[in-house]
Each structure stands twice: as C-alpha cells, then as structure tokens.
C-alpha cells in the first residue's frame, strides 16, 4: 500500500458517519486492515476488547482469503440496532460453519471454528460480488 492509500485510508477512518470499506489484495496489506476494523468498530460503538475480537476474526477470514481465493477481498463495517456488523467478501466458495475445533495436533483447520467463537453471529451468504461471511458482535 503506498503513503498516499494510507493517507486516504487514515482519512476515511477519521470519519465514522461514512460508509466504511477496504480492499486487501497481499498480506501486506492485513495490517492496514486490521487496523480499519478496530477503529471503525470503537467509532461504532464496540468496547476495544470486543473490538479486538472482530479484529482477530476479520484477520482469521482475510488470511484465509488470501491463502485460498484468488483476487483478494473487501471488509465493510457498518451499525445495524444493537450490533456492529463486518462483512469479508471474497472470490472463494461458500464456507461451512458449525465447526468443531480441531484437535491440537492438527497444523490447520482452526481459523473458522476461531471466528464462530469470538463473535455473536456468523452467517454466510453468496452474492452476485462474492461469498461474504458477516460477522456480528452486540454493541
């Protein structure tokens, strides 16, 4: 990410009444993103140890898409009532959730059934831009 997409990307994030979204296309870029999702998720309300949470959940998909689809992916985050809602939208296929974590000695596995358990609600949805997971956690 140049300065000046970190610069546009600092100024978005210091205006929580926008919509908010970026994109990420190497892993370069998951430490911009994950700094996005906390700020837009404490300028919406979360407390910064629930923010941490989405924060490590987001990382978990982005990481994911970047390991298994092609193209990279898109983060939103947005207030719906009482919850903060954050979308990963990527080219890869519709994931499964219901997961049982994997037993320790497996060497992967473990980023969904991560995610299901740090947030309040995980949902997948295929879409004519994607397949996104949303992600909720109560404010």
């Not at 000046?4 to 430490?31: C, F, M, N, V, W």
């Not at 990963?88 to 320790?104: K, L, N, Q, S, Y």
Request: aromatic fraction near 2%; charge should be neutral; glycine fraction near 10%.
């Amino acid at each position: 990410m140049s300065d000046t997409d970190a610069g546009k990307l600092r100024a978005r994030r210091s205006r929580p009444d926008e919509p908010s979204g970026i994109s990420y296309h190497q892993p370069g870029d998951l430490a911009v993103v994950r700094a996005f999702v906390h700020d837009r998720a404490v300028a919406s309300g979360l407390s910064a140890e629930r923010a941490e949470l989405l924060v490590l959940a987001v990382s978990e998909l982005a990481t994911n898409t970047l390991q298994h689809a092609a193209g990279g992916g898109r983060v939103t985050v947005r207030v719906e009532g009482d919850e903060v809602v954050c979308e990963v939208v990527d080219r890869g296929a519709a994931r499964t959730f219901g997961r049982e974590m994997p037993d320790a000695v497996q060497p992967r596995g473990r980023g969904l059934a991560i995610v299901e358990r740090l947030c309040d609600g995980v949902s997948t949805a295929t879409r004519p831009d994607g397949t996104a997971v949303v992600l909720r956690l109560r404010r």
